[in-house]
C-alpha cells in the first residue's frame, strides 16, 4: 500500500519533532556521544542548535562542510511548512548527538542509515539553513514576507556561471569535524524532505590543516595564500549587529530580525595557470607573503597593511587583491563582511585541467552594501585571469530556532 505524500511528511514531523523513530530505530538526543568509547574530544563537541541566530555562522568552523542547494516541489506552502519544520527537528537531533539502536522489526526499513554506527557523536555538527530569492515566488504566498535585501544573484563581469550549480530554494551548510558526519547528516535530512525539497547542486568543502606555528594564523587556499586574515572579530557583538545580523524594522520584514543573508560562490581557481607565475607576481597580486601571510613589507600576518603610508602602492600595489577588498577607510569599514569560505576538489574537466577552487561564503547585513559592492571593486584586479566563479547563489539565513518544537523559518509560516 502506498503511502499518502502528505501522511508521510506529517508523520516525519511528529516523529522528528519527539526524538524517536517510530517502527525502525530509536534515536535518543544526547546520547550517542557519551556512549560511544572511541568519541574523542572533537567527536563529543556538541553545538546547541537553538538559540537568537542559527549555528554556522559565528561558531567556530569545522574542517568539512557540504553546501546543498535545493529547489522546493512540495505542492502547497502547507506541506513545504511541515517538510521545513522536519528539517530543523532531524538537524537538531544529529547536532547534539543520538543513539540509532536496532528495531526488534527486522523487516522494516532503518530509520537511519548506520553509516556512524549505533552511536552518533555531534562532532561539532552545525546546519545552517537559508533561503533563495526564488522561494518567494508565487507558488506559496509568501512573496510579502520576503526579504528586503534578497535577490537572485546575477553574473558579475568575470562570471561564467553553470546554471546547474547556482541559485535554489533552500540551502543547507552543513560543516562537521569529520567528512563522515557531513555525508551520513546529508543523506539523513533528505529523509523528511523526499516530496517537498529536491537536491539542485551540493559542493563539498574542506578546510586546510593548522600548519603555522602561529595559533592565530589563518588556514590557506589553493592558491597557497593564508585566507580569511581580516575577518571582522565575532566576539565583538556590538561589530556583528552592524555587519552581519539584520535588524527589524528598516524595511525588513519582522520575522527576518536576527537573521543574515549568505552569499555562496563556487570559484574554480585555475591552479596550473597560477603554478607558472612567479612567486613575486603571485605575491603583488595577492598583497601579501605568501609564507608568513604578512602584508608586504610587514612582519606578521595580522600585521595592519598601513595603506596610509603607501598612497601611491609603491609596497602593496594600488590592484593588489587584500587592498581592493578591504582598503580599510572610515568610508568602506561598513562594507567587511564574515567570510567562511572552504576549498574544494572536484576531480578534472574534460580537457584534463584540475577542477579546484574555493567555497567562497560570506554572511552580510546588506548583501548589496557589503558583498556586491566589494565583488565590483575586484572585477579590475589582476587575479581575474585566474580565477573563475562558476556557482553559488544568494540565500537568506533566517533566525535561529527558540526551543525544540520551534524551527527555522518558522516566522516565515507564522499567521
Same mark, same amino acid.
Given at each position: ?19 524517536? %523513530? ?17 568519541? $574523542? ?53 544529529? =547536532?547534539?548527538?543520538? =543513539? ?11 530509520? !537511519?542509515?548506520?553509516?556512524? $554506527? ?17 522561494? +518567494? #515566488? ?6 510579502? @514576507? ?9 553574473? +558579475? ?60 594564523? =589563518? ?5 597557497? +595564500? ?7 572579530? %565575532? ?34 581557481? &585555475?591552479?596550473?595557470?597560477? !603554478? ?14 605568501? #609564507?608568513?601571510?604578512?602584508?608586504? *613589507? ?16 609603491? @609596497?602593496?600595489?594600488?590592484?593588489? &587583491? ?22 574544494? &576538489?572536484?576531480? +578534472?574537466?574534460?580537457? *584534463? ?25 575586484? /572585477?579590475?584586479?589582476?587575479? %581575474? /585571469? ?19 518544537? #520551534?524551527? %527555522? ?7
Amino acid at each position: 500500500m502506498s503511502l499518502d505524500r502528505r501522511a508521510f511528511l506529517l508523520r516525519s514531523a511528529a516523529v522528528l519533532g519527539t526524538g524517536g %523513530v517510530a517502527s525502525a530505530t530509536t534515536l535518543a538526543a544526547g546520547a550517542g556521544a557519551d556512549a560511544a568509547p572511541s568519541a $574523542g574530544p572533537g567527536l563529543a563537541t556538541r553545538i546547541p542548535f537553538d538559540g537568537p541566530h542559527q549555528a554556522g555562522i559565528l561558531t567556530p568552523k569545522p574542517a568539512h562542510a557540504t553546501f546543498a542547494a535545493l529547489d522546493a516541489i512540495a505542492p502547497d506552502r502547507a506541506q513545504l511548512a511541515v517538510a521545513l519544520q522536519a528539517l530543523s527537528a532531524r538537524a537538531r537531533q544529529l =547536532s547534539q548527538g543520538a =543513539s540509532a539502536l536496532p528495531s526488534n522489526d527486522v523487516d522494516a526499513p532503518p530509520a !537511519d542509515s548506520g553509516t556512524l $554506527g549505533t552511536a552518533i557523536a555531534p562532532d561539532a555538527l552545525t546546519v545552517t539553513i537559508a533561503f533563495g530569492a526564488s522561494l +518567494f #515566488d508565487d507558488r506559496y504566498g509568501l512573496a510579502k @514576507r520576503r526579504p528586503a535585501r534578497l535577490t537572485r544573484m546575477e553574473p +558579475f563581469a568575470n562570471d561564467d556561471l553553470d546554471p546547474a550549480r547556482t541559485h535554489g530554494d533552500v540551502l543547507l551548510q552543513i560543516c562537521a569535524g569529520q567528512r563522515d558526519t557531513v555525508v551520513h547528516t546529508l543523506r539523513e535530512l533528505m529523509r523528511p524532505l523526499r516530496g517537498a525539497l529536491a537536491l539542485r547542486w551540493t559542493i563539498d568543502g574542506f578546510e586546510s590543516a593548522a600548519r603555522s606555528p602561529d595559533p592565530a594564523g =589563518s588556514r590557506r587556499n589553493l592558491f597557497g +595564500f593564508r585566507d580569511g586574515t581580516a575577518n571582522p572579530e %565575532v566576539a565583538d557583538r556590538a561589530l556583528m549587529d552592524r555587519l552581519i545580523w539584520v535588524q527589524a524594522g528598516g524595511g525588513e520584514p519582522d520575522w527576518t530580525g536576527g537573521g543574515s543573508y549568505v552569499v555562496v560562490r563556487t570559484i574554480r581557481m &585555475h591552479v596550473e595557470f597560477w !603554478d607558472r607565475v612567479g612567486l613575486r607576481e603571485q605575491e603583488n597580486m595577492i598583497g601579501r607573503a605568501r #609564507d608568513t601571510g604578512a602584508p608586504l *613589507g610587514g612582519a606578521g600576518e595580522h600585521q595592519d597593511p598601513r595603506y596610509d603610508v603607501d598612497p601611491k602602492g609603491e @609596497r602593496i600595489p594600488l590592484d593588489a &587583491h587584500i587592498r581592493l577588498a578591504n582598503p580599510r577607510t572610515p568610508k568602506t569599514a561598513g562594507q567587511r563582511m564574515l567570510r567562511r569560505g572552504y576549498n574544494y &576538489h572536484r576531480g +578534472f574537466d574534460a580537457a *584534463g585541467q584540475l577542477d579546484q577552487g574555493l567555497v567562497f561564503v560570506a554572511f552580510n547585513q546588506d548583501p548589496e552594501r557589503q558583498f556586491a559592492t566589494v565583488q565590483r571593486r575586484l /572585477d579590475a584586479e589582476p587575479m %581575474v /585571469d585566474y580565477v573563475t566563479p562558476v556557482g553559488g547563489g544568494y540565500f537568506f539565513a533566517p533566525p535561529g530556532s527558540k526551543r525544540a518544537g #520551534d524551527w %527555522v523559518g518558522s516566522g516565515l509560516f507564522a499567521a
